[in-house]
């Protein structure tokens, strides 16, 4: 058995290893489509409750949400927000959308939840597919 979720956030992040627009802070809309495995049902049929889930993806969209996704090493970027008491998410790699949906899953999959796949849409017309 399979439950899929749909969340979104709102975030900003540069990818300062790239030319062109991407290379400058921007912002997207990210929509987040979490699907999960289940093996057991108890008596009633039900995996697992949808707000259970929820209590457990919830507060990680919520980091994510408003926020600067910032590479650790793009130093400059992380002293201006220092600057303008901004909130921020460090990575230790570029935030991609690529790495973005590799640490949702990581992220997800710490709760010993079964997280079949991530799908994470940067645009309206790319989506990532993480594993």
Avoid: W
């Avoid at 489509?33 to 990680?60: K, Y």
Wanted: hydrophobic share 35%.
């Amino acid at each position: 058995m399979e439950i899929e979720k749909k969340y979104h956030f709102y975030a900003a992040h540069r990818n300062e290893y790239l030319e062109g627009k991407c290379q400058n802070l921007h912002g997207h809309t990210y929509y987040v489509h979490v699907r999960l495995a289940f093996t057991n049902t108890d008596e009633s049929g039900v995996t697992m409750l949808f707000e259970s889930i929820d209590d457990i993806i919830d507060p990680i969209i919520a980091s994510l949400d408003h926020s600067t996704l910032v590479h650790e090493k793009d130093i400059k970027l992380i002293e201006a927000l220092d600057i303008l008491n901004s909130k921020r998410l460090v990575f230790p790699y570029p935030s991609s959308a690529e790495n973005l949906a590799k640490y949702l899953f990581d992220k997800i999959s710490s709760f010993n939840l079964d997280v079949k796949e991530i799908r994470l849409q940067e645009t309206t017309t790319s989506v990532v597919i993480y594993p």
